[in-house]
């Protein structure tokens, strides 16, 4: 991984739609906009227009357009580039079965922050911070906390490279779930 761009990229993943808390992450960068950062946001608008619209009027609020991007829904390689081109990963969303973009943010290195909720503690273990769902003070301390203190910064890229090392990639991933299926099969046909 190459050292971190300056300024500073956030880059956050998913869909604008409430259950992600996109409000909540504009609403923390507008509070910390006296350090140099850039925002990425990757996802589509078209599942929740009336809420993408309600983002709008919270950038456009706090003044945030010259900072904040927002890319829309991207190709797997676009967003591989994102990854590969950030700092660190924020994402305020309320509920993850998973937490997908976690781990693959984690993947590429990145240390993460985001809300302690549904599957999230188990995806980013050691790789980032978690506050409690909508503790929008917390994830303002957090989020600046990486942007102000390098050595915590270094220390957390450090636990997400290695946690990241360990998760299996896409193919391993299908390998895993057919084994897993050919098991099922055996034993219910068995």
């Known amino acids: 991984k190459q050292p971190p761009p300056n300024p500073p990229i956030i880059l956050s993943v998913g869909t604008i739609t409430r259950r992600k808390g996109v409000h909540l992450l504009l609403n923390a960068l507008a509070t910390i906009k006296d350090r140099p950062w850039q925002a990425v946001i990757c996802g589509g608008r078209e599942h929740d227009p009336a809420y993408a619209a309600e983002v709008d009027v919270v950038l456009a609020d706090h003044q945030l357009e010259s900072r904040v991007t927002f890319t829309g829904s991207v190709t797997p390689n676009e967003l591989a580039h994102w990854y590969a081109k950030s700092s660190f990963f924020v994402l305020a969303s309320h509920y993850e079965g998973y937490g997908m973009a976690f781990a ?87």
């Open 104 to 190: 693959e943010a984690i993947r590429y290195g990145l240390p993460v922050v985001g809300f302690d909720v549904g599957a999230v503690p188990d995806t980013v273990g050691e790789a980032g911070v978690l506050v409690p769902d909508g503790d929008q003070a917390a994830l303002i301390t957090a989020t600046a906390r990486l942007l102000d203190d390098q050595d915590w910064f270094e220390t957390m890229r450090v636990r997400a490279q290695d946690q990241g090392a360990r998760y299996p990639d896409w193919p391993d991933t299908a390998g895993i779930f057919a084994h897993s299926l050919d098991q099922l099969m055996e034993a219910y046909h068995g």
